[in-house]
Nanobody
Framework: QVQLVESGGGLVQPGGSLRLSCAASGFTADYYAIGWFRQAPGKEREAVACISRSDGSAFYAGFATGRFTISRDNTRNTVYLQMNSLEPEDTAVYYC????????????????????WGQGTQVTVSS
């Protein structure tokens, strides 16, 4: 069974950091494009970052560039999202998603529906 499980969300003060994890099971994560997405209350879902299946290249939405880092540990079949300098505007449910055919350079721009989604993890940035 193909499954993604996110963890690592929580409450953090502005300026703080969090690292989200996306554990994959039922498939080999490095054969898939893995993306992080987020959805804030009352807003549309948006792409945050994506790591390519082929060479592990990372792509970011504009707001994430310079603050967020996506990485992959193939030995753990896990993808991470390191988030630094968090702002209240980053408050959202964060989802990871995988797709064997999507190209990350397109994912971060077009915010597509991916083949497999996790259940999400809440990130709240507040003082």
């Amino acid at each position: 069974q193909v499954q993604l499980v996110e963890s690592g969300g929580g409450l953090v003060q502005p300026g703080g950091s969090l690292r989200l994890s996306c554990a994959a099971s039922g498939f080999t994560a490095d054969y898939y494009a893995i993306g992080w997405f987020r959805q804030a209350p009352g807003k549309e879902r948006e792409a945050v970052a994506c790591i390519s299946r082929s060479d592990g290249s990372a792509f970011y939405a504009g707001f994430a560039t310079g603050r967020f880092t996506i990485s992959r540990d193939n030995t753990r079949n896990t993808v991470y999202l390191q988030m630094n300098s968090l702002e209240p505007e980053d408050t959202a449910v964060y989802y990871c998603a995988a797709d064997p055919r999507r190209m990350c350079a397109i994912v971060v721009v077009t915010n597509p529906v991916m083949a497999t989604w996790g259940q999400g993890t809440q990130v709240t940035v507040s003082s």
